[in-house]
Each structure stands twice: as C-alpha cells, then as structure tokens.
DNA sequence: GTTCTAGAAC
DNA sequence: GTTCTAGAAC
C-alpha cells in the first residue's frame, strides 16, 4: 500500500549511488587545503576534480569565473570536485553552492580552521607556493583575510560541514573522504563544530564557558555517537547532562594577532582533560532503544488493547477542557487510527502521523501521542518523557524522508503552547511557509515563543518537571516578522512573498535549534521493526 | 482548526 | 475597486 512504498524511499541509498560531491574548501592561505585534496584525490577511488583557484590560469593564478566552468563541466560527467579556494566568506561560496549544474547534487564543506600562527607560518615558509603568496606579505594577507571570515552554515545550502580545528582532525577528514568510492557518501550534518565565531572577545583568562550547542573536542566520525547527549531511555544522574547543558566549551578569542600569544597545546590539554571527565560521567547512556514500532496499517492496530472500548466510555463524559467537537479530530484519529487511513501515515503503539489537513508549509506533519490524559503540553510532566523523545525522534524520521525529496527544506519540530486540538501533537513543519491556508495567528503560533522546540521542551521537563508556556493570545497578533531576516510586512500576502525570497541567513537562536534537532538525529539512530525482526526497509 | 463576510485599509 | 483582516459560526 502506499504507506510502504513510501517508506522504502526513507533510506534513498539507490539514489545516492554515482551521486557526485561538491566539496568546497573553507580555510586561509597555509590551511591545508591543496595538501587535503591531493591526498583526498591519491587515495579515493571517486573521480575527482581539483578546482585549484592558484593554477587554473595555465599553472597561475585564475579567475572565480573559470573556477566555476571547470566546476560545471566537471560535474556534467559526473565527477566530484574539490574547490581549492579560500572560500572565507559566505559570498564567495555562494556560486559554488548555486552552480548550474549541482541539481541533486550533495554539498560539502570542509572547514579547515587552523591556528593563524600554523597558517602563517606555512605560508612564509613556502617557496614555490602555486599561488605565489610567500615571504612578509602573507602574514598580512592571512590575517586580513581571517578577519573577514565567516563560518558556513548548514542553510547557505550545504547538506555536510566538516569543521577541523587541528591536524588530527584533518586527518580525520582526510581519511573519511579518502575513503569514499562512487559508491557510498557522507551522511549530512554539521560536524565538529566549536562556537568559535563570536564576535564577543572573550578573555583568555575565562575561555571555559557555557554556550548553547554542544561543542566537540575532535571531529567526528559520522556514524560516532556523542556520549554527552543522553539517549531517549536514559534516566536518573544521565539526565542531568541534557542536550547542551553543563558541556564546558571553549570560547577563542577571535582570531587576530591575539592569537599569538594564545598558547594553543596548553588550551588543547586543558579542553581534553576537561572533556574527558564528562564523557566518563556520560557514560552507560548509549542505551536507547527506542520501542518504537511501526504497524502494519491493515492488521495489529486490534494488538492495542489499552485502547479498545476507550472511546465509547469518553464519548459520553465532557472532557476537561471545552474543547469543541471540531479540536476532537485529533484525539479520535488518536484512539482509532484505522478509521483515518486517508490521512494517517504511520501507527505505532505510542504515536500516530498524520498529514496536516491545512499544512502551514510545503512538508506539515503532525506526530500525535496515542496515550490518553496527554491532551496539551500542559499536562507533561516528567514521567512523559518517553513519549516526548519517542515523538521527537518519529518526527526527525519523517524530516529526513522530506529531506531525501527536497534537500534545501529545513525543519524546525515543536509543540505550541496552547494548542486549539485537543491531544498532544508535535509539530514537523518546514520553514518556507509556503502555504495558501498560512495565516497571520498561524504564522505567529510557529514564529514567536508560543512554539516550543520540542529539544527545549524535554530538556525542561527533564529538568524542571514540565514545559514553560507561553500562551499569552498577544503573541498572535503581534507584527509580522521574516523568520529570516526579522524584517516586518503589514499582511500575510506581502510576508509570504517576502520569505519566498528572503535569502538571510535564520537567526542564530533559530539555526541552533535546528542544528540540535539535526545533530540529535546522529545521536538517536532509530531502528524500525516489525514483529521483532528488523527490516532493511520500511 | 476553517469558512464566511462585513467593513477597514489601501 | 480590490485586498485584507477579524470575529462569529461551524
């Protein structure tokens, strides 16, 4: 039936076969980016492209124009290409992320954010540098050019960004990409990423601080899971170390002739050793199985005897609050799954999804909880956690699936604070907007504080006990806002043709949130299964 | 949750 | 004249 075809698709490895990478180098002069290439090329068995900014010209330097017809070709035959450039900011990227011919085609960056002191001091030492930057100039060209730097963002269009800080990670980088044949890839997300791009100088006296986003010490490996984060079944001491909370993390001045002075092994020791405390303390979080299972849409819904006769008996009470029979939908398709195969597209013992009636975006599901005396976020409290974890981690399945199908969507998954349906339902919904139901109370309940992340949402439960609210009605008229850029439209028809084109980067708070629910996704690998036997697709 | 529609805003 | 909002009905 359709259900299953369409999750066959979920894992899209045939798909991905033959699929060609743009990776794009991300680092100043001295960085390590030729040297990443070369090697990346000698060991892979992937047809390579090295798009070398500093010989394109006949063995000199060349222009971005030439750089992006190799780029092009290139990528018409069906090869990979390296684009060896610096590629510090996010302009210069841009056309290498928009190349004409990169249709389906995945991005990559590499980051290769060395000590300036490294950089420098390679670049000096070169004699026969291609791109002829050598001697006393290159200090000065490095570190105007780091001034200028921007780190690259997952919604500039990359699908994976490898962040490398020193030479073992590199190397790890090195190796991972060495390692790909035409046949395999990369999975996408932000890797290895240290907040090391604030604008804030922070004192070399206070580096240890508390930031939002957890901070990695190394690269990772992609299929690594970050023992600091627990798992959805962890309980007890492990939930003290939720999502981001109490992670030490290195806050670097940035970069300027500071850093010289800035004794970097002396930092590295500092932050191994710190780290390595927490991931002993995390340790025995691994654990996490998720329970969730999927059944067969036609047959085992009856397997729910907790369910049968329920709603015959609540019928005919008055429920607690004076939901309408209209904000009943949910809490029916809840309990009867069966009877709504029209919009249902998955059952599980815990959860229902279903597709939004009036979807708010171009992808719009929600994720229901099939428990009765869960109506509103409201009613969670801690011993709801693995409702809210199994939702979260149902709701990242069918993001990724949306993912396969369009790859620029980006997804924000949460709850609203107070919700006009009766039965907790989380929200997956794709952050264009671009829906002819969208309306201004809409736009305000998926853009204001009234949204809950659902990643904030069990990381205070876990904590507190229950979700912060705020359900004040004056959030839904406020002012309309780009969600990107903050600029502010007097109707919802001006808005939507706004952010159909605003090409701002999302807010920093925003970005984190989706970059944790990513990065949350490698952490809680989910494993779907029928009758105990694991399926390869489902 | 939407639809309908009067009347405000442009 | 047309677009858009907001409140009541469903």
Known sequence: MEIDSEMINFTGEEEDKKKPIVVILVGAPGSGKSTFCDHVMRVSTRPWVRVCQDTIGNGKAGKKAQCLALSNTSLKEGKSILIDR???D???????INLKNCHQVDIHAIVLDLPAKLCISRSIKRTEHE???QGGKAAAVVNRMLQKKESPKINEGFSRITFCYNENDVQSAMDMYGSLSSE??????CFGEKKTDSKVQVGIMKFL??????????????????????GPSSEGEEEKVPFESGIPTLGFPSISTADFQFNIEKASEIIVEKNQGKLSDSNGVLDRDQKVRREDVDGGIEKNKRFKGFMEESESKTVKKDYGMWAQALYRIAMHPKKHGNVVIEISDDVVVLNETYPKAQKHVLVVARAEGVDRLSDIRKEHLPILRTMHAVGLKWAEIFLKENESLIFRLGYHSEPTMRQLHLHVISQDFDSKYLKKRHWNSFNSSFFRDSVDVMQEVSEDGKAKLNDDEKFMSRELRCNRCRRPHPNIPRLRSHIAICKSPFPDHLLQKVLRTSLANYEFPIRYRTGGEQQTSY
Do not use: H, Q
Request: charged residues 35%.
């Open 131 to 133: 791109g002829n930057l």
């Open 209 to 230: 601080k508390r930031v939002d986003p957890p901070s990695k010490v190394t690269s990772d490996k992609t299929d690594k899971i970050d023992k600091s984060t627990p």
């Open 90 to 96: 996010k302009e210069k990227r841009s056309d290498f």
């Open 86 to 88: 610096c590629n510090l």
């Open 184 to 189: 395999n890839t990369l999975p996408g997300g």
